[in-house]
């Protein structure tokens, strides 16, 4: 076993060190190879990054006081990328692996029980002006939240919002377009159509399918370096920039209790199947250093209590309600930035039987090579109406090859 490891090792430093011959490596956080065929008909991109995290929490006593401390700390994520051209620039495409046991959870007889490593494969094909057609797995054009990369995140991780309601990574076909209205005023178009049950799954199409369409308005042009969905305001921008999305997902007879994710509803003929529908509007705004990014969600379902044939519950619920997040920083000099949210989540109390929620973030970060390198750490207060509220802190490292 050993000799096959150290077989391994060496013909991957040969293959490696045969391009390194041939490009010079590229400089931090821009991978770490930019392979490029000798015939120009394809090149590759790879790099890696992780982010070490480590939790604090707190409940607060019938006095005042916090109990029931408790700590963790993890590899929160670690992941491999590979993107770039084949044939042709105008055919692109992206690999992402997940690596951490976050990364990889959630094996079931739909996967086959086996570890989900594949986070995105899709290739993009731009075939005809502005027009670009994916297939494959990726994310669909959802929350602006949950479409910002996981590394270019202003506070330690995404809110209570984009956890409850999101719609995630997916198997199918995207379209999507842009054209400008004026000079500046730019419109981007994305529209979807796929599996609905998430990512990784290869025993079938349980429900319907899931189709998502999404416009965006950018009144004052482009965002520096697609800051529109990136964290913070690292470039500066020195003229009022601003996006407003809107998105409507409807997944046809989904079997899981948030949309393509979550658990899934059984039933005594096995599954139990309604439709779902998920709605945002969210904006991001950047100027000179300080940026806000806003979120409305609201989901509901076709009938959200699951049934058996007979008409009894099963006791499986799908979260329905409303979430609204806002989120704002300010970068000072020398690339330290202070943040702050507000997040609010109104589940269907009459159905999901939950309390609403209120979660409260302060966040203090550090840029030492913009989102490639830095330090983040943030203190959250949760109130829960009626439930046990929560003092949270974390500290989180990121670094991007």
């Known amino acids: 076993m050993k000799s096959k490891i150290l077989t391994l090792g060496l013909l991957v430093s040969v293959f490696f060190s045969s391009f390194s011959q041939e490009t010079n490596a590229p400089s931090f956080g821009k991978g770490l190879f930019n392979l490029i065929g000798k015939d120009s008909t394809w090149s590759m991109k790879i790099a890696t990054r992780m982010q070490l995290l480590a939790v604090a929490n707190w409940e607060e ?46 094996a079931s007889e739909f996967n086959r029980n086996t570890s989900r490593y594949i986070l995105d494969a899709v290739v993009m094909w731009n075939f005809y002006e502005n027009f670009e057609l994916w297939f494959g797995q990726t994310k669909l054009p959802g929350n602006i939240e949950r479409v910002i990369s996981s590394g270019n995140l202003q506070q330690v ?148 209590i699951a049934r058996n044939s007979d008409g009894s519950e099963t006791g499986d619920v799908v979260q329905v309600g409303d979430g609204l997040n806002l989120q704002a920083g300010y970068l000072l000099n020398k690339d330290w930035e202070v943040s702050g949210r507000y997040t609010n989540i109104k589940l269907d109390e009459n159905i999901t039987g939950s309390n609403p929620e209120t979660q409260y973030t302060l966040g203090l970060s550090k840029y030492i090579v913009g989102h490639k390198l830095k330090v983040q750490t943030d203190i959250s207060y949760l109130s829960v109406e009626n439930g046990t509220d929560e003092l949270m802190y974390r500290l989180q490292f990121d670094i991007h090859f």
Do not use: C, W
């Open 157 to 304: 991780d995404r809110s209570l919002v984009n956890s409850r309601f999101n719609i995630d990574r997916d198997m199918g076909i995207q379209l999507r377009h842009h054209f400008n209205l004026s000079e500046n005023f730019l419109i981007r178009e994305k529209l979807a159509i796929s599996q609905g049950e998430g990512r990784n799954v290869t025993e079938g199409n349980l429900g319907g399918h899931q189709f998502t369409a999404r416009i965006e308005l950018l009144p004052f042009g482009k965002f520096k370096s697609k800051g529109d969905y990136s964290g913070s305001d690292l470039k500066r921008e020195t003229r009022p920039k601003l996006m407003i999305g809107v998105t409507y997902d409807s997944n046809q007879d989904a079997v899981r209790n948030r949309s393509n994710m979550g658990s899934y509803m059984v039933n005594d003929v096995g599954f139990y199947e309604t439709t779902i529908n998920t709605f945002f509007l969210d904006g991001m705004f950047k100027y000179n250093g300080f940026s806000l990014m806003g979120e409305y969600a609201h989901r509901d379902a076709k009938d959200a």
């Open 61 to 106: 006593g019938p006095d005042g006081g916090l109990v029931n401390p408790e700590s963790n700390t993890l590899v929160r994520r670690a992941r491999l990328k590979f993107d770039g051209f084949a044939y042709t620039p105008k055919l692109k495409y992206k690999l992402e692996l997940g690596l951490s046991n976050r990364d990889i959870s959630g």
